[in-house]
């Protein structure tokens, strides 16, 4: 359902949607991010995938923290409503947002420095809360805005420009996410869009908290040699387990998949994920294999990418909390006021 | 000190952990029920369990619901405070202790009346169970009170009846018993009922005894908050255990579904993130902390500033500085609250000075939150929010609509022509309209804490940047007359030239929050001694114009606040014009709840002083 | 505006991310070693690259460092900002743009002058690399101005020759080649230089070019420190680059162990717990940051102030609320450092006006924390902390020694007698002994933000409490005449009744920090127009008596300030005892440094109301 | 090296450690904890670990945040100089007290709602820097000062006294510690001091960040049926792993091992931590598999005790930042300022 009247032949080139919207529909403001870096990539994708899934733009909730990548939610679906903020404070703006309005698409956008310096306290009790969003980290081992100091995702020996090494073991996002209970978590890289998209389709279609990794190279401070998140490193490195396959609710699975190779996983608003396994090892919805699994990568230098866990039974914070299924917005006047106010007061005297 | 018939203080020194608790309840209750005026303060460590606690109870027949500052009575049950109680008890009072330990080198004073009762003798000799004899113990003395000050015997029975239910008949079996242990003692040992002790009266009709936590939560959940935010943190917890309470009873749908969702967050900087996420959603969303809390969310008070996002934070005061004394009352966060955040903040301030106006305000900062659009402080303190007090029952105002702010609607939306434009000024009161996610397309805009124009958009222009401040501290500018006004009492009948008030005296009282009942106390002594003070008391941030007049009316204002630093006269001499020479501290700070006597003494002691120089 | 030589202010408008920086260095620096004072102001956007950005050089033998608030020349090279940039021009003054674009439908001015450089045709015709050509138009506008406003050419090949080093000659040939471009095109076709322009001097020798994070960060090394804990945050975060350069040339051993630890924190708030906890173990420890980081400490703050743990917090202010203005100034957290933390707190605070004084002032800052024990800020700003001041040679001190304040070492432990007592007051001025963990058994406490008796045990006693909170308020008294004193200036030469210092005229006016320069060029414009005003620039928190003298001995005084809610004077009405009416504000906050011409306007403005009224 | 004149002959009864003290010279002020707490237990454990290591009380650095669990170091080491920190805040002050001065050891008690709650950032990040300390997390799955809250270690499905049961999952510290790099990783029982003690001295003896997460159960409001830290619960899912026995420096090692159960691990000092395997499945010096091991127990609920994650050769916060091996606090002083500082201004002309 749209309210807006939309010019009809405005791009009659560009194909549509369910809704008829183009992929224009879908943009948002000019990046003034520098040419090259790796978080417009992940802004397209995110703009192709929003499309792809017929979203209502405006019944998006864009979340972010400070830093580049969490400048972007400004780039994209110009017709939602966006908030901006603290430094590693979007979880808990996130959490209240859901708590309040549980209807809508929520999608947060944040960096490495953002998620597990600063943030790291609110991003791991957003994902014990299970609340039901897609978490983007959109990862290039560097603060960018702040000119390219290490985050917490430096690998050791990672080198900076001036040649200094990092010493400090890095948090993974990903093994992070999983130990923590996380029902959804996906690595991805900006420079593989078409392992991204279905990745954040499938994100924005699992009820509960879908985490992405996106490694997204800072062309200004951390793209050269001796960095393990410059797009060169990435590539070489670059380790896809599991492809995932977004098909839309009712939609047939036309693709042939190999026998053994291909899971399909039905998500709660009956749209499918095949999980197309590249490498059979791992099983994604095995969370202690898959922990081991990643471990074992880890030790390889590996950037182990693709759909890594699922578990599409977890309960989020709504059905924990049982709340009804309706925005809370409109929801707390007492047509009986005068008589809770009595009853209480009869236990007082 | 022989004959206070209604009007004495008592307090009974224990161990926490022992079940006293519920025995000191008892007793006011119990007095309450007699139709007596009685105040109840609770000192309790911050501890679980084995050091000492307090409480005090005012039996009050001229109805002042504050400490005096004096003890009469002193139910001494402490070994290890012992000497410090002993040693605080009035000249004339009595002292009553455990005399199954004799203590006769201690109790070395002649000017006070002794009453031993062997408590824990009679009370091990007829209960079995070890738990069951710690308990018994303190209701034993409440039996022994209950024969000394002529408390109704039935209606302790019927307060334990419905304190246990139906159910647990031999709960209230077992309590009568020891309550009779004591009772029976004493008469036996002791001329029953003391010069000093209750009268059975008819002034508590129409009032109910709460506590300002419970309160404020009720009034929470009547405004229509569904969104609460916390981390645990004495003394603001039993705010949120209230509301779950109300909500649970009130706010689930037939089949048991929550129209509420209450998030224990991991810290207090989380919480203050959830209201803003809520508030900016649209809906009604609260915290309650302390000062700690308010300290860890000074980022995203400025943020909430600045972006223009409702939320109500309760801030029940404790002792600061830092981890301070978490279980003893200050007001020391009024400037923290008044200006929290950095840059160029201000925020909208509530400060009742009971429970019953920590319901009142509790709603109304909701509505200045939505009518504002910005963080709204109910501060409030650990005197108001945790101890009982007595109050003139809460009044539902059945006009009652909340004030939901200008919020622009799906329809509003519809008509919109050109793009909608978040911080402008259309009706001149600094107030913007602003919109909800998911309503409409045409109503996005971008919620940033960077600089941004009044249009909503990103800006580092400075024209732009300093036209949104401009009409932030208008908006402000417009709350001042929108807050609720100061309460004022003249001393004087006689009108002034204008006729619209009683001509001011010379000397006017100042005050805030819980200081309330101690300056009307005092007030009220000095005038039986000659002395008239006019009173005023602030009761929200901006002071409106009011408070100004009643400056410049007086000579000399006499500040009354419970911090060391003097915050709210500093308040006062930042925002309004005032002669700072005219305003006299009194500061109470040490974490008890001020007395009608410290105020009274600090006044002579100016007077005495002025005449002097 | 004609013949302004040596007295004009030129502007360069590019976009970030370009080498323009670099390029604005050089003009600057040029000007210097030709022997002119100047000031350079850079007004650069919050990102990485292609947002807009400014540089503004006032060229000044009058020797006002300050923007004076006009621009006479403008180099217009961001097409985005060409309109504003064109409008901004002071009539008679000059505007030079890259005429490779000609816009001749925008040149819709006829009281400037237009000079035209093709500097893009140019580069590109003579350089290949795409990254070389947007350098070198950097380069080339510079040539331009050097012909045009009469610049030394030796001087710039001498200053590149410098910053690339005799090893990347090449890129010094390069750049020349890039001057020379614009160089020979301006010559050819206009007169040069311009009336308006820049004749050798001999007014910079003993000065030098400097920013204020680089000289606090030397001030840190120099006076000792050896733990910095941060968080990167603009504009502070050059204060830990800066340390860290300064600590790995002179803090490592031969063998290159280093005396020093640099902690990059996970944020704000543990930045401060570091600071905390290594001045609890004796070290002299700091912090840098801005107001955000500011808001994150507020608990520690709360913390060190009451547990009495030194420590260092530079502010480096930027514009707020909440994430504001990054790459904007504003002294918009005087407030927040001086209270800030729940309870009854207050912070000892240092104001530099330059960067020669945050040099110092950092020293200080590091005596007094340990003096005192307790955090202590230096307040400087995003103007004094990231721009490039002339100031006058930092001179060393000799007599220099560290004030490590009163702690007991291992020998005065020895011969203690009875337990270590933390929280007395044995020299009456406020101020305890401490000791440092690992020396001595003897030294053992325990430290808690909790409540604390006046030996350092825990404490819930009301007596015990307030007794360790008035010692830290005499603590504070004490800190008022150690702090650094106002700098006081009188416009008159006669003297005061009591000989010590000139008479006052009837006009005061108060700054802090870096609106000293600007104030001083008004007062100085303004006595040229027969206004005579006596200054005085407070230099800490808490402020002196000379203050409370100052403003008495005034009828009138203008507090200047940076920020939009008066908190400079907010406090001075706390603090001293002022009557209000004498203060008038002059408040600038729109994240630009504060022009002289602002202070005259606002004063001029106030002297014209008083007339009318 | 001690200063005290010790009185002679006290306690005579009472052995004496190689500092001719007794455990009464490692005890502290009396404890205001309720009767059974596990803390008080934990307490007593210490004291018998610093006792047998010959530790100088003085030379210890005693640490806390806030709650029941925080106080204790008022119960230990009264000649040792402690810290209140704030609540979740201890992580930052030890790590700022640490780079002050290496040499002393390092002791912090924290709760799990001080370190898993409000403190989780900072938890993760004094493991990332590997700050040189001994991290006691006195777990009972609750928040024991402010009266029975959940903390974010409760078991989802563990009840309050109400009989309210957690959703959501826990934040399992020891996982979170050999994720994160942590150096040093066991679980003990504050009811199990054979255990708890060795592993106190080893990792009061290992060089890096040693983490002890302790079941340490809450009388007050955690030991009730439903519970999953209480007492009983705790003893019956009790699942030691890998028995520490710590032995001094040059001592001999004189107990028999079983062939293939036993692995001594030398730590820095020379003393001998030997890793005695109950059992065999697990290998607490191979970090993949010692995550996998957790998991699959973690999976059947159970409680696994014991060393269960050792590195001895990460090098600490001073290792990494190559520190002069003294403390830094007097040593800032610069005799040639004047000539810095000119050669400073030289450069600023
Ligand atoms: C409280 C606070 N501290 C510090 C900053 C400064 N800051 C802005 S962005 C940033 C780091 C951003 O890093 P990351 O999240 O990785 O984003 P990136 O720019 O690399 O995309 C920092 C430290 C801030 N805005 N707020
Ligand atoms: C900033 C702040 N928020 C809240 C509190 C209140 N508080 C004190 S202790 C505590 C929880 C303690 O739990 P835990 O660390 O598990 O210790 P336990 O008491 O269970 O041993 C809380 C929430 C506080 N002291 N400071
Ligand atoms: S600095 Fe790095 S992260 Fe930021 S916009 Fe540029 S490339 Fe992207
Ligand atoms: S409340 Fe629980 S954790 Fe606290 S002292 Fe009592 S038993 Fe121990
Ligand atoms: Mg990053
Ligand atoms: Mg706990």
Known sequence: MSFMKKPQVHHAELPVNGLGYTVRDYEGGMSTLCAGCGHDSITAALIQACWGLDIEPYRVAKMSGIG????????????????????????????????????????????????????????????????????????????????????????IGSTTKRGEANEQPPIDPVMTAISLGCTFVARGFSGDKEQLVPLIQAGLRHRGFAMIDIISPCVAFNDHEGSTKSYAHTREYFHPAIHADFIPPREEIRAEYEKGRAMPVELHDGSTIVLRKIDVDHDPTDRAGAIAYLERHREAREIVTGLLYLEEEGSDLHANNRTVPRSLVDIGMHENAEAILEEFQAGCR | MTGRVNDFTLKIATVNGTGSASANSLLMKAIFRMGVPVMGKNYFPSNIQGLPTWYEIRVTDPGHLTRSGEVNFMVALN??????????????????????????????RDDIHVIGVPLARMVNHHFVDARTRILMKNVAFVGALAALLDLDLDVIEQLLTETFGARK????????????????????????????????????????????????????????????????????????????????????????????????????????????????????????????????????????????????????????????????????????????????????????????????????????????????????????????????????????????????GRDDLERLSGPFRRYMDPDNDGVPFRTLPGVHPAGAFFTRGSGHSKHGTYTEDAAEYQEVMDRLRRKFETAREHVPAPLIEYAGKAFSADGRRPQPVKYGMLTVGSGDSAVREARQNMKAGGTEIDYCRVRAF??????????????????????????????????????????????????LPIASMDVEAAVLDHFRKAKAS
């Open chain 1, 68 to 155: 580049c990548s969490s400048k972007t939610p400004a780039y994209f679906l110009r017709e939602a409503h966006g908030i901006n903020a603290l430094h590693g404070r979007m979880p808990s703006i996130a959490t209240g947002a859901n708590a309040a309005n549980g209807e809508l698409h929520f999608l947060g956008v944040s960096g490495d420095g953002d998620s597990l310096s600063i943030g790291f306290g609110q991003f791991a009790h957003a994902i014990r809360r299970n609340v039901n969003m897609l978490y983007l980290i959109e990862n290039n081992g560097v603060y960018g805005l702040t000119k390219g100091q290490f985050s917490a995702s430096a690998d």
């Open chain 2, 79 to 108: 070994a290890e405070t012992f000497a410090k109680d002993h040693a605080e008890v009035t000249p004339g009072g009595y002292l009553l202790y455990d005399s199954t330990w004799p203590r006769t080198r201690e109790l070395d």
């Open chain 2, 169 to 408: 008949a031999e709960l209230v079996k077992a309590n009568m018993e020891a309550v009779k242990l004591g009772y029976d003692d004493v008469r036996e040992h002791y001329d029953c009922p003391l010069p000093m002790h209750v009268r059975r009266a008819d002034m508590t009709a129409g009032h109910v005894i709460v506590d300002g936590n419970t309160t404020a939560a009720l009034g929470a959940m009547l405004a229509g908050a569904t969104v609460g935010a916390w981390y645990p943190l004495t003394p603001s917890t039993s705010v949120m255990d209230a509301f779950k309470g109300f909500c649970e009873k009130y706010r689930r749908t037939a089949d048991g579904e929550r129209e509420y969702v209450l998030l224990q967050a991991e810290d207090e900087l989380a919480a203050g993130g959830m209201v803003m996420g809520a508030g900016w959603m649209g809906a009604r969303a609260f915290t309650a902390t302390s000062g700690p809390g308010i300290s860890l969310m000074n980022e995203f008070l400025s943020f909430g500033y600045y972006t223009e996002i409702p939320g109500v934070v309760f801030d029940i005061q404790r002792v600061g500085p830092s981890t301070g004394m978490p279980t003893r009352t200050q007001q020391s966060d009024l400037m923290e609250c008044a200006y929290a955040g950095h840059g160029d903040t201000r925020h909208l301030c509530l400060y009742p000075a009971d429970p019953a106006e920590a319901f009142h305000f509790s709603m109304r900062a909701f509505d200045l939150a939505e009518h504002f659009q910005t963080p709204v402080f109910l501060v409030s303190d650990l005197d108001i929010g945790m101890n009982e007090w007595m109050v003139p029952e809460l009044q539902w105002d059945p006009r009652y609509r909340p004030d939901r702010g200008k919020v622009l």
């Open chain 2, 542 to 591: 901006p002071f409106s114009d009011d408070v100004q007049r009643f400056i410049d009316e007086h000579d000399t204002v006499f500040v009354v606040e419970q911090n060391r630093d003097a915050q709210l006269k500093s308040m006062l001499l930042c925002e309004l014009e005032v002669d700072a020479d005219k305003l006299v501290s009194v500061l109470h700070y040490n974490g």
